[in-house]
């Protein structure tokens, strides 16, 4: 789901920067008056986890695959303007130090899986479990609804950037994205009741919660080499499509592809980039409680 840097130019990187970083500053706000505040710790250790769970590309159908996104899991586990604000700490790193995204991407892809993946997702979750739909169901609606209104904002950002027809793209990333987004709903069901369990059994020792997910967070990394290398949802449109790259903003990165160039072996470097990605979130997200809100529990 990550637009490449190749994908967009023109007058729309620069008008969904605006809009995201609006859209940023707006839950920033929210959250630093919210009542209901998660700990530092747990912040930092959800970030963490779905930017790991995120390597893990998983085979659909047609020589494609896809990879959680994690949106409404945070959601689930931070509350909606946390949420926004974790899912774009993750873009942002994954952009500057991996190159997934490409920087003038990164205002696109903020809104798309983090304002619109979190955000509107996030409303819709609390709209479905406000009207009585039990909440497993409304976790998986709002998962599903996450992924199809990023892959509708992507085609519609695609088109007015040149790069592709919008029906033509409107049609495959839809008809892709509405399988992906069950594999999402499935995963996010499975996740949050696992988590949110282990979070009942530690419920007065958040710390211990936190550790946990941080935890299991290497554990993804450490499977990463294992994920499928086919091309996810959005590569696949993009070359049944045969539209031709444009010139993008490619900016020299630490650990591109996931990898970290100075070791040899594809396996170790792949864990390593992983393991690195986890130690930049963490960090990033325990220097930012302060600024962000969070309670410095």
Do not use: K
Not at 86 to 97: E, H, K, N, W
Request: aromatic share 6%; charged share 10%.
């Amino acid at each position: 789901m990550h637009i490449p840097a190749s994908m967009l130019h023109g007058s729309i990187c620069p008008v969904t920067a605006a809009v995201s970083a609006v859209g940023v500053l707006a839950a920033g706000a929210l959250a630093w008056r919210s009542e209901d505040r998660p700990t530092s710790s747990r912040f930092a250790a959800v970030t963490a986890l779905i930017f790991a769970l995120q390597m893990l590309n998983y085979p659909i159908q047609d020589g494609t695959s896809g990879h959680l996104v994690g949106a409404v899991l945070a959601v689930g586990l931070l509350g909606i303007p946390f949420a926004v604000l974790s899912m774009t700490m993750i873009l942002v790193v994954q952009a500057v130090f991996f190159g997934d995204g490409g920087i003038n991407a990164l205002g696109a892809n903020i809104l798309n899986m983090s304002l619109l993946g979190a955000g509107l997702a996030g409303v819709l979750l609390q709209r479905l479990t406000r009207a009585g739909l039990p909440r497993r169901l409304s976790i998986a609606a709002a998962a599903w609804f996450s992924v199809v209104i990023g892959a509708l904002a992507c085609a519609l950002e695609a088109a007015l950037a040149g790069t592709a027809g919008w029906t033509g793209m409107l049609t495959a990333m839809l008809s892709l994205h509405a399988l992906i987004g069950v594999g999402e709903a499935l995963l996010t069901v499975a996740l949050l009741a696992g988590l949110e369990f282990h979070g009942r059994l530690w419920q007065e020792r958040e710390g211990a919660f936190s550790l946990g997910a941080i935890l299991l967070a290497c554990v993804a990394a450490l499977c990463s080499p294992l994920a499928s290398g086919l091309p996810d949802g959005l590569e696949r449109v993009l070359g049944d499509l045969s539209l031709a790259p444009v010139s993008g903003a490619h900016l020299p990165v630490l650990f591109p592809d996931y990898m970290v160039p100075a070791i040899p072996n594809a396996t170790l470097a792949t864990i390593t980039a992983g393991l690195l990605g986890i130690g930049i979130l963490l960090a990033v997200s325990f220097s930012l409680r302060a600024a962000s809100g969070l309670s410095r529990r």
